[in-house]
């Protein structure tokens, strides 16, 4: 018997080809324009903006595009992607090649990984021109708030944009955790978006949870803590102090959390009947 | 195809049994997974309570409203438009309510902050004065009571603010001015104008109104050896320093003092 | 690893349940299913709709997880990944990435099943030659009527030169022509040594190229017999069958009753009539009514 053992070119190649699939749905070329849009049009919210410094304002309101129109174009893509794949039956003729189900679900989580990774390049080198452009137009008019501390730091706009990375990268392998365990698609994106809002509220919870003072609250508390990642903690990274020490380790964090959800999505899909 | 009913081998314990283990499978597998992740790779003083301060003030952030990403800073605004609105109805309780939750959603601008007690401390007594028929009719003594209890929400709203964000010399001298135009409590709006000063880009003007307050207090001598630690200070280009009127009040201090002139204050310059 | 003694297919009381929901119902798609198809050999899966044949299929590709029994292709369980590494499979009505042209596609499935370079090249341009599609091959796959994706999905099937080929219904909404294509196309690659599983509806043409007949009713295995051997149970007769007067008197007969002789026709072939009276029989033994 000749054995197949793990492929990585399999899976580039399963990779590839939902890369091409993905960047042909209208879904994320119209999520694509409609976040750079946001991003290029920032400046006719002016009008709205009362206590953040301009550029501040611009920066805070492109990051809110990543992570925002990011998580959507995560979420809703993914579960496209897989469910599309099982509803039309191309899985079928796929797997019944030599093909191991991990190779399928990481081809299908790269190749989607891959459309976050261009969002995000994409959305942060846009904003980097904006906030570049407006803050030359300040420094014209001879403002003397820009050089306060307030000016354009492409090094922490590219730390934010790493960090949105990771956690939408997260939040990728958690889709295709609940889409292998979902048996629709609307339920699994649902879910997702649920998933989505209790990771950046976990920390709430655990407060709420914690101040209870019941021990079995406080186990709650923990457990959830543990199965859930904080995706405040990237936001926290990204918009403080940022240092190499705490991007390194959200990294590690982030890979650790997302290899976990694939080893599980692996586990359920390797039981599902396709 | 053929049904296979309850009772036999393939009823509804074996699929419930395999959904459970399925589903537990999962939650064992995060839990454990998540539980060495958050032990090996999160910092400890990033860690929940200890990283309050820094966590609200992240973009992206905020305590209860962080999900809401960097659009917090457009949902602030357009709450504090919404505010303006029930401001000019003079909606006591909606500006209210709505001053609060704007600086839940975005906690980091001083402006919401400033500007919110600045509308609770002197906007909100005139609407209650007004609606209790107005400055003839309400005695002082009921007058003083509004103003008091509309002051002591202000500073309220501003210490909040340095328990969530880093305080600034504005928000100080906010405090201060409330302090003393509202309570007539001078010698804690003297403390406050110091705080204002000691804070970064603090202005001359707070510092110099301290050493004013002090006098006002009758600490002649303190006031005098605080103007005099102060005025080399001062740059002499710098119109906002005013210099020259701090010597002055130097002066006019030593005179007060009966300073002898061996000792009195040299400005070197 | 196709050599020896070990079939093809080899299926041992193969069992497969769906379940239905929470409550208290399995549904049995196939049950107790023993076969074994020889290396070489072209064997038909028959059944009425419902019948399990595509579920025995997914079952021996090892896209199901049988409930209980065993399926082994070439001696290797269906459960592991080298089970399918000499198999190509035409599903049911294929479905593929309407975005790739018919030789990306194509391509695509020979670098996943391992083939590269000139060979994947060359392979490539061989069976989309086969499949008469070399003119259409660079036109996105989202283009093609319903045989040429047919046709597609069988190149792909073939391009790593599988020594096992699995075709679900390959001739499901196909024109009589490409269905005799595929039928000379299944010769072929018997004449090249390959085992070939074929289920279809068209049982004709199956009759024609099938050295075994396999037919299903239920999930159950109702009868499994070389096709040669099958004449002998020929009930049905077409009016050609019969001698010259009684053809005259049955013109007559139609003619009186305003029916035109053409009337009368050979309507099944001598598979169909066998599949009707062995499929109902099972369903009479079995105490439901007709399909």
Redesign the interface.
């Known amino acids: 018997m000749t054995t197949v053992p793990f492929s990585l070119t399999r899976v580039g190649l399963i990779a590839a080809v939902t890369l091409r699939e993905a960047v042909r749905q209208k879904l994320v070329a119209g999520l694509a324009l409609i976040a750079c849009g946001f991003v290029l049009g920032v400046r006719a919210l002016r009008d709205f903006n009362f206590g953040t410094p301009e550029l501040k304002f611009i920066a805070d309101f492109g990051d809110g595009v990543i992570a925002g129109f990011g998580a959507v174009l995560t979420i809703v893509l993914l579960a496209q992607l897989f469910f599309g794949e099982l509803e039309s039956r191309t899985a079928l003729t796929l797997l019944a090649k030599p093909v191991w189900r991990s190779e399928f679900l990481l081809g299908k989580f790269c190749g989607v990984v891959a459309v976050v990774v261009v969002f995000c390049v994409l959305l942060t080198a846009t904003l980097s021109v904006v906030l570049w452009q407006r803050e030359s137009a300040l420094r014209v008019e001879g403002f003397a708030a820009v050089p306060a501390g307030v000016g354009f730091d492409p090094g922490a706009l590219w730390v934010a944009a790493w960090m949105h990375i990771v956690r939408l990268t997260v939040l990728a392998a958690g889709m295709m955790l609940v889409a292998c365990i979902a048996q629709t698609q609307l339920y699994a994106i649902i879910v997702g978006f649920s998933g989505f809002v209790g990771c950046h509220l976990q920390h709430v919870a655990q407060g709420v949870y914690s101040r209870a003072g019941s021990s079995a609250m406080a186990w709650i508390a923990t457990l959830i803590g543990w199965m859930f990642p904080d995706f405040h903690l990237f936001t926290l990274e990204a918009g403080g102090a940022w240092t190499f020490e705490g991007v390194a380790r959200l990294t590690v964090y982030g890979a650790g959390y997302a290899a976990l959800a694939l080893g599980l999505a692996v586990w359920v899909f390797r039981h599902r009947e396709i | 195809m053929r049904r296979w009913p309850l009772g036999s081998r393939f009823g509804c314990f074996a699929i419930v049994k395999s959904r459970w283990r399925l589903f537990a499978t999962v939650v064992a597998g995060l839990a454990l997974g998540g539980a060495i992740l958050t032990g090996l790779a999160v910092p400890q003083q990033t860690n929940r309570e200890e990283s309050g301060a820094r966590l609200r003030e992240s973009p992206g952030a905020g305590a209860l409203f962080g999900w809401l990403g960097g659009f917090r800073a457009l949902a602030a605004d357009l709450l504090w438009l919404r505010m303006y609105a029930g401001w000019e109805r003079r909606d006591l309780p909606g500006t209210q309510t709505l001053i609060r939750a704007v600086v839940a959603v975005d906690p980091r601008p001083a402006y919401f902050w400033i500007n919110g007690a600045r509308i609770l401390a002197y906007d909100q007594p005139v609407w209650r004065i007004e609606a209790e028929g107005g400055f003839e009719a309400v005695p002082t003594e009921r007058r003083r009571v509004i103003e008091v209890e509309q002051a002591r929400l202000a500073l309220g709203l501003l210490e909040e603010a340095r328990g969530l964000r880093a305080s600034t010399a504005a928000m100080w001298t906010e405090q201060a001015n409330i302090e003393l135009n509202k309570l007539g409590d001078i010698a804690a709006a003297a403390a406050s104008f110091r705080r204002a000063w000691e804070q970064p880009a603090g202005p001359y003007y707070a510092a110099r109104i301290y050493g004013e307050l002090l006098r006002r207090l009758d600490r002649h001598r303190e006031a005098y050896e605080w103007l005099c630690s102060l005025y080399p200070k001062l740059p002499p280009e710098d119109e906002a320093a005013d210099a020259p009127l701090v010597l002055a009040r130097i002066r006019e201090l030593e005179r007060m003092l009966a300073v002898p002139p061996a000792a009195a204050f040299r400005s070197g310059r | 690893?196709t050599g020896g003694t070990k079939p093809a297919v080899e299926l041992r009381a193969l069992t497969k349940?769906?379940?239905v929901g929470?409550?208290?119902?399995?549904?049995?798609?196939v049950?107790q299913l023993s076969l074994r198809v020889e290396c070489g050999e072209v064997f038909g899966l028959l059944g009425p709709n419902?019948s399990?044949k595509s579920t025995t299929i997914?079952l021996v590709?090892g896209?199901?997880?049988p409930?209980a029994g065993e399926s082994e292709i070439f001696?290797?369980s269906s459960s592991r990944?080298?089970a399918?590494?000499q198999?190509g499979?035409l599903?049911e009505?294929?479905?593929?990435?309407r975005?790739?042209s018919g030789r990306e596609l194509v391509a695509?499935?020979g670098?996943?099943?391992?083939l590269a370079g000139a060979r994947l090249k060359s392979r490539v341009e061989q069976v989309l030659g086969w499949a008469g599609l070399t003119e259409a091959a660079d036109r996105r796959v989202g283009t093609y009527s319903k045989g040429m994706l047919q046709r597609v999905?069988l190149a792909?099937a073939l391009v790593h030169d599988p020594q096992l080929v699995?075709l679900d219904e390959p001739t499901a909404g196909v024109d009589p022509l490409g269905a005799a294509a595929m039928a000379d196309l299944i010769r072929q690659l018997k004449a090249q040594g390959k085992t070939v599983v074929i289920t279809s509806h068209l049982l004709a043409q199956v009759e024609d190229v099938c050295d075994r007949v396999a037919i299903l009713d239920?999930?159950r295995l109702l009868l499994c017999a070389e096709v040669a051997s099958l004449g002998n149970r020929a009930v049905a007769s077409s009016p050609e069958s019969l001698d010259e007067n009684d053809r005259a008197e049955l013109a007559r007969w139609l003619s009186a009753r305003g029916k035109s002789p053409g009337a009368v026709v050979a309507a099944q072939s001598r598979l169909d009539r066998i599949f009707i009276d062995e499929v109902r029989k099972n369903r009479s033994d079995s105490g439901s009514g007709p399909a």
């Open positions: 690893m349940d769906f379940v929470l409550k208290d119902l399995r549904l049995r798609a049950d419902g399990g997914k590709l896209l199901l997880r409930s001696g290797v990944v080298e399918r590494a198999v499979y599903p009505s294929p479905n593929f990435q975005f790739l695509f499935y670098r996943i099943c391992g999905g792909q699995i239920r999930g």
